[in-house]
């Protein structure tokens, strides 16, 4: 009995010193969270509201029509400039053959009515020869009728002849005129016939998208034989050249954030690797302003929110200390962890 008795106080004893030990070490770790808790929020402004961002650049169709050729797929990189979607042309082409024709005819009926307004200017020349001639023989007529060397009937015809003279001169003076405008119509023709062929030209073009930037294809919104309309995006193209992180803080601490702060930040793909940066752009608007339905306070049920106002942090330079990660690609949209240095 005695020896059960002293066997049962130092089991006892032995289960209070572990768990004093599991008690400690518990106190230790709440410890040693709560210093680095306090220390991270005495040194920084910290958020994991935040991403990696790039300009985007939609490739859209100025006019509709349906797609035939796709030259690019998602994650390829492409250069300003290159062919990316072709659209149906077989329309335009035959209407461009057209115009063509077109202005052909035109070319025709303006060498046609030149040759007419040179006949009729030679018509005129005639035309003026006889009425000079009908003139004078007017003219020796009156006085060959004051001298009774002629009869009135004489002269009669000879008048008539002048005044038939003098109507065919305006005649012919007339045509020329209406041959003048024949020829300005049909240069204006012409004309017209030139700039269809350049609308057309224009339109052609067109069937051609091609990469507005340079940049990694992020996503393809149609395909081959679907029809596109005026201003419809076949691509959406990030310039991966130029990342940054929107960061989103609340209100509360953008007192103590300014342009050139330095920042620290992690992410989430790649843990381990620290990158650094600066401040260069603090929003001057909430992020709630521009949601799809920004908040209205008129009413009587009023809850007040903290407002996120977005800040912007470049992507300067970054520590491996590992090597984990040989091959590191930031792609927008990642999430990011961010500290940005209160001095």
């Known amino acids: 009995m005695e020896t059960e008795q002293t066997q049962i106080p130092a089991s006892n004893k032995g289960r209070r010193i572990r768990a004093y030990i599991a008690l400690s070490v518990v106190v230790i770790a709440v410890l040693i969270g709560g210093w680095i808790w306090y220390k991270d929020y005495t040194a920084f402004y910290t ?56 202005r052909d005819q035109a070319i025709s009926n303006l060498h046609q009515t030149e040759a007419r307004y040179e006949l009729d200017q030679k018509t005129s020349q005639v035309q003026e020869i006889n009425k000079e001639k009908a003139q004078d023989d007017l003219n020796r007529a009156t006085v060959q009728l004051k001298g009774s060397v002629i009869s009135q009937e004489q002269y009669d015809h000879i008048k008539k002849a002048f005044e038939s003279a003098q109507a065919q001169l305006d005649a012919s003076k007339a045509a020329l005129n209406v041959s003048k405008a024949q020829i300005e119509n049909a240069a204006a023709s012409i004309k017209t016939a030139n700039a269809q062929i350049g609308t057309i030209a224009s339109l052609l073009n067109n069937t051609r998208i091609i990469a507005p930037a340079s940049g990694l294809i992020a996503k393809k919104w149609l395909l081959p034989g679907d029809v596109v309309q005026p201003g419809q995006a076949v691509f959406t193209i990030t310039k991966d050249s130029l990342l940054w992180v929107a960061a989103m803080f609340e209100e509360t601490k953008i007192g103590g954030i300014h342009y050139g702060q330095k920042t620290e930040f992690t992410v989430d793909a790649f843990p381990g690797i620290h990158y650094f940066g600066k401040v260069f752009y603090i929003g001057s608007n909430t992020a709630a302003q521009f949601s799809l339905i920004p ?9 007040k929110i903290t407002q996120r106002i977005p800040v912007k942090i470049s992507i300067d330079t970054r520590i491996d200390p590992k ?21």
């Open 47 to 102: 958020t994991d509201d935040a991403y990696i961002e790039a300009d985007k650049v939609a490739v859209c169709a100025k006019m509709m029509g349906r797609i035939t050729r796709i030259y690019a797929d998602e994650g390829d990189s492409v250069k300003t400039g290159k062919l990316l979607v072709e659209l149906d042309s077989t329309d335009l082409v035959a209407q461009k053959i057209q115009a063509i024709a077109s």
């Open 295 to 303: 908040p209205n306070n008129a009413s009587g049920n009023f809850t």
């Open 323 to 343: 090597h984990e990660y040989p091959a590191i690609k930031l792609a927008a949209g990642m999430s990011v962890y961010v500290k940005i240095y209160k001095k």
